[in-house]
């Protein structure tokens, strides 16, 4: 959806229709078609409008700006609404007084830093309720294009920060709370929230590919192990309202025609059928299918196909798919247009949108954004997720009032970085200077290198705030490098000879830290991906140690040369010219997956009356879960003593490595993490670490999930601090049997 960066908002915002006005159940005639019969089941009312609409008006009403159908007194509605980290600029949305403003959260990847699944539902529950607010008040639709769940396979990928990481326990965890705080816990859905990219997406544009034309290449073991993991959570374990099928092809099938992944996989495999939910695409990948994977033989060919094998609506900038060509040429029949149709007048009916004042989130409205509440979220949503990657003790600085600082580069006093893509307007946007303003601090702001060295001569403590704003990657573009800027690199290495202490902010994705990890100038390194509204004083109550940092990298950070690897391989497990992708099958990087450091010392352990062994089969036995690998294992007891003198919160990140199983073997494997807050000085805090018997399996080439007898050793922290083990007995069992993929055209 490649109009929605936070560079092209006010392009996005202004002059564009938004959700529509909603319908009126007490006016004919729609009062009088049992859409507005709330007696009935969802799907009966759904039907019943479909059913009064002619074929011109149900052709008019499975693209993204559905027109409505007047005769009926159904009105328009744009389904494209956005809500990646707050209400975000789309087509479906108007920031138009009073509601001009929406919580701008962090990035999602800097979010899921804080691995703390309270925290995510908590930010999903206050986007669902100003999402709603906004949809009450004809501002958005009712159902929002959120959240993106792709796994970040590649450092290099535009949209990688959309997302919550590398890793598919992570994905899984912040993915399962945050519908959960999105679409809510009611009888009716708070607004219909959308995962995506559905699947196999994570490629802009690399060496002459583009995502309108990839076909990604998956074998089906790593199709099931890492890229289909978040969208089953998604749909089977979650039951989202929606998914949105990607631009690009898997194995020679477009994503949004694939009869395999759209039912096979996610409505019969998955049972992704309980609530008749839909499917939409990416906007204008219905045309993909025949302009660029060259798939079908004509736009209105291809625009069949995807309806055909289970698309229930095209989203379209102004008309991209080819409908009425599909439908004259008879490639498209009625039953499978109402199909589509109940599908999506059923989702909404599940969100109340026909209700008017009964519906169970008709209340919401402009007292309910940016609330107090909110306010404190998004600042603590910063500060938990901001990671600590050097410090050789300046770190927290002793910071007073009148205390001089210098504050270099080209983000230091700049709201308009601390975003990143996919962002509404904010109702504030304070910067690290504005932070150190209020407290008083005494402070140069600088983005020259003459002015920032000089600035750096006069004062106290030289904070460095650089790294990449959304201009170096996003939507439709990938990067090409993922070192630092020689300008950077250079400007810091003057700073560093000052003398000053020097503290090192980084905005954006990862790069290579190497060059200022070995640089002694550089005191210390946060990492603070796009922190949102409150980005600056979550910044700098990190830096004077007013707030401790917990969090711990959700990705891997790779060398600089890493680049060498072609994007669109897909394989993760090494071999040949491809050394391996993740934490799991990457053993040298940078800085690895799940580092963190801290203001204190612990000292982790596992609990002495950890269960030892196993039977697999006993454990089945006692299991009566539909699908069994969410059978829960007993809690991971794990302690933690603060043994330094100042209170912070721990991130315990419990690995596992094991022989048992295929070769060749992961490095480690997350298999269960929790946040252990305010552990005081001298205190000791335990907590029971949830998992699951999935946790310990494995994928086989087939791609089923299968859990092998063996010797797990479980490692505690990164770098693993402690290590125990688990025996589990027993035989081997399949414990999900992966639907094999067509071997002809489908």
């Known amino acids: 959806m490649k109009l929605v960066v936070a560079i092209s908002f006010a392009v996005v915002c202004i002059g564009q229709v938004h959700g529509g006005v909603l319908p009126d159940c007490t006016k004919a005639p729609l009062a009088s078609n049992k859409i507005c019969d709330a007696k009935l089941s969802p799907r009966e009312r759904a039907a019943a409008l479909v059913a009064a609409m002619q074929v011109s008006e149900k052709l008019a009403n499975i693209v993204s700006k559905a027109q409505g159908a007047s005769r009926l007194g159904l009105p328009s509605y744009n389904w ?16 138009e007084a009073p509601f001009d403003f929406a919580t701008s959260f962090p990035m999602p990847l800097l979010m899921s830093a804080a691995f703390d699944d309270d925290l995510i539902e908590k930010v999903g529950n206050i986007i669902g309720i100003e999402a709603r607010a906004f949809g009450n008040n004809n501002r958005s639709g009712q159902d929002y294009w959120t959240p993106d769940v792709n796994p970040f396979r590649d450092p290099r990928w535009g949209r990688g920060s959309e997302t919550p990481g590398e890793d598919t326990l992570r994905i899984k965890g912040y993915t399962k709370r945050l519908l959960r705080g999105l679409e809510g816990t009611g009888a009716q859905r708070r607004i219909i929230a959308t995962c995506k990219h559905y699947a196999g997406y994570d490629l802009e544009e690399w060496g002459g590919v583009t995502r309108h034309n990839f076909d990604a290449k998956i074998t089906a073991q790593e199709l099931a192990e890492y890229y289909m993991q978040p969208f089953q959570q998604c749909a089977r374990d979650s039951n989202v309202g ?14 949004c025609a694939s009869n395999y992944l759209l039912n096979t996989i996610l409505r019969d495999h998955w049972n992704w059928t309980e609530s008749n939910n839909y499917i939409t695409s990416d906007c204008e990948a219905v045309a993909d299918v025949s302009s ?6 004509s736009n209105a060919a291809g625009t069949a196909e995807c309806f055909n094998n289970g698309m229930d609506n095209s989203c379209e900038y102004s008309g991209s798919s080819d409908i009425p060509g599909a439908w004259s040429g008879k490639l498209l029949n009625e039953s499978t247009v109402d199909k589509a149709l109940v599908r999506l007048y059923e989702g909404l009916v599940r969100a109340g949108y026909f209700d008017g004042a009964a519906a169970e989130y008709a209340s919401l409205g402009r007292n309910n954004i940016n609330t107090a509440e909110a306010q404190s979220l998004a600042f603590q949503a910063a500060v938990d997720g901001i990671v600590l990657l ?3 003790g300046t770190l927290p600085l002793p910071l007073k009032p009148g205390s001089k600082l210098a504050m270099v580069g080209f983000w230091a006093d700049d709201g308009s970085k601390l975003q990143g893509i996919y962002s509404g307007k904010a109702p504030y946007l304070h910067t690290p200077a504005y932070a150190a303003k209020n407290a008083d601090y005494n402070i140069t702001v600088a983005k020259a290198a003459d002015d920032a060295v000089a600035a750096a001569k006069k004062s106290d403590y030289v904070l460095y705030f650089g790294g990449l704003d959304v201009s170096a990657a996003g939507e439709g573009s990938d990067r090409r490098s993922i070192a630092w800027s020689t300008s950077q690199i250079d400007l810091i290495k003057k700073l560093a000879v000052v003398g000053k202490p020097l503290i090192v902010v980084q905005l954006g994705d990862q790069v290579d830290n190497t060059p200022i990890l070995e640089l002694a100038g550089v005191n210390s390194i946060l990492w603070a991906n796009w922190p949102g509204q409150d980005g600056g004083p979550a910044i700098m109550s990190i830096i004077s140690g007013a707030k401790a940092p917990a969090g711990r990298l959700p990705v891997t950070q790779y060398p600089a040369s890493y680049t060498s690897l072609a994007m669109t391989d897909m394989n993760l497990r090494p071999g040949g010219s491809n050394p391996g992708r993740t934490y799991r099958w990457y053993p040298t990087p940078v800085q690895a997956f799940g580092t963190g450091l801290h203001y204190t010392e612990f000292k982790p352990a596992f609990a002495a009356n950890l269960t030892a062994v196993i039977n697999i089969q006993g454990l089945l036995k006692a299991c009566s879960n539909q699908y069994l690998d969410t059978c829960p294992l007993a809690p991971l007891s794990v302690s933690v003593t603060n043994a330094g003198n100042r209170t912070s919160d721990y991130v315990a990140l419990v690995f596992v490595a094991s022989t048992a199983g295929p070769k060749p073997y992961p490095i480690k494997t997350l298999v269960a993490y929790g946040r252990l807050r305010n552990v005081a000085a001298s205190q000791t805090t335990t907590a029971g670490l949830p998992w699951t018997i999935g946790s310990l399996a494995r994928h086989d080439e087939q791609g089923n999930t299968v859990l092998y007898p063996g010797t797990y050793t479980l490692m505690l922290d990164e770098p693993a601090r402690v290590n125990t083990t688990l025996t589990l007995i027993g035989d081997t069992v399949v414990l999900d049997k992966w639907p094999a993929a067509p071997t002809a055209k489908q």
């Open 292 to 297: 660029n994977h060259h798939y079908a033989r």
């Open 80 to 95: 494209w609404s956005e809500a990646l980290h707050g209400i975000a600029g789309a087509p479906g949305v108007s920031f």
């Open 242 to 255: 929606s998914i949105m099928c990607s631009y690009n092809s898997v194995n020679g099938v477009p994503a």
């Open 390 to 392: 050097k410090n050789d």
